[in-house]
């Protein structure tokens, strides 16, 4: 393994990791932006208000993208092995 492999490698991962996570991410960052565009509106400053909602969304979210994060994952392991198999 040489370095532009290994640069290769990470620049992989770092991808998959931003695909995998990607969904959970902005469904929090929009579900955020719309509750605190909620809160200055109606100026209600509750903190548990922000929780509640992310937590819904998020879990169905991560319900909806599961097969795809995981196909990322499995995609990622599938090219390691083959690389770990052909020696790189």
């Known amino acids: 393994m040489n370095e532009a492999d ?9 991808w ?3 695909m995998a996570a990607g969904p959970a991410v902005g469904a929090a960052m929009i579900v955020g932006l719309i509750i605190a565009l909620f ?3 109606t100026q209600i400053q509750e903190m548990t208000l922000t929780f509640v909602p992310k937590i819904i969304v998020m879990f169905l979210v991560l319900m909806l993208a599961a097969p795809f994060m ?10 390691i092995y083959a690389r770990i198999q052909n020696g790189y």
């Open 6 to 14: 290994a640069l290769e490698l990470v620049r992989s991962a770092i």
């Open 16 to 18: 998959t990791m931003l």
């Open 39 to 41: 809160q200055a509106l």
């Open 70 to 79: 995981g196909g990322q994952i499995y995609s990622f392991t599938e090219q």
